[in-house]
């Protein structure tokens, strides 16, 4: 027998005794590390005494975007708060978690701008007009239901993990301070991950309708937080073909595992129109397996192309 459908302002009654759980598990293995301790000072220069240059940091330019659209995204956390504080009640549980989240999130931009100006990774002046353009657009991702949020925030946390991973797997070798930098943020969204992810385990046998109905929604239209990044779809080409985050990631890193965890195949009790937005889902999957396979086909053909003749 399906449930009723339920309001957003029951699931966020019922699923309150989950987030003060998972709140209290995240507070349970602080990660209180200092960003001023990551950073190898002595290594700055004046930038006024020596203009940067791309030869100070010598990487690919897949790698150089993806620093610079990971720390203008980190950058815009204000307007993350703001969109997901509109799901958070006065006196509510998940408000005081949200203030927790904003904390350390806020240390991501701090130590990776202090990384990037002291290892001199990217054009300094370049990177602070993006954030101006940026930040002055006031533009996030904004879910309309509080269960349409913690879905989104659950893939995009994952997705913000592997991001920032793989770009430190692609750092020069002596590049200590940026593999450390980065392995501390990551290490931060994992646990944010966590939490979203195990809130939205939750919901789900809460309100199984409504959170299919909102999974379908959010995998259909994801996209990255960085659309308001000046030349974000050029940036963002350039750390696929690198191999960075694109939709193979998305793919194989964060909506398989994630859609395993919560189990969507044998979810029970849905409405009709979440049964239908099920169905829909594994056709939105299919599509995007395709087209992962479609481009591996493209690359390997022009690699094949561009191959040196034996
Ligand atoms: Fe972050
Ligand atoms: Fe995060």
Redesign the pocket.
Known sequence: MSRAPRSRVDLLEEITPDVTRLYERHLESPRDWYPHEQIEWGEARDFAEYPWSPSDYPVGEGVRSSIYVNLLT?DNLPYYTDAILRHAPTDHPFRDWTYQWTME?AR?SMVMRDWVHVSRCLDPTALEDGRRVQMAKGEAPRPATFADLIVYVALQERA?QIAHRNTGAKLPKDDKMGRTVLGL?AG??TKHYLFYRDLTRAAFTIDPSTLMIALTRQVSTFAMPGTGIPSFTRHAVRIAREGIYGLGQFLSDVLTPVLGLWDVEHVEGLSREAEAAREELVSVRAHLSAAVERMADRAAQLAARTAPAH
């Open positions: 980190e999130e991501h913000t943020i931060d969204e």
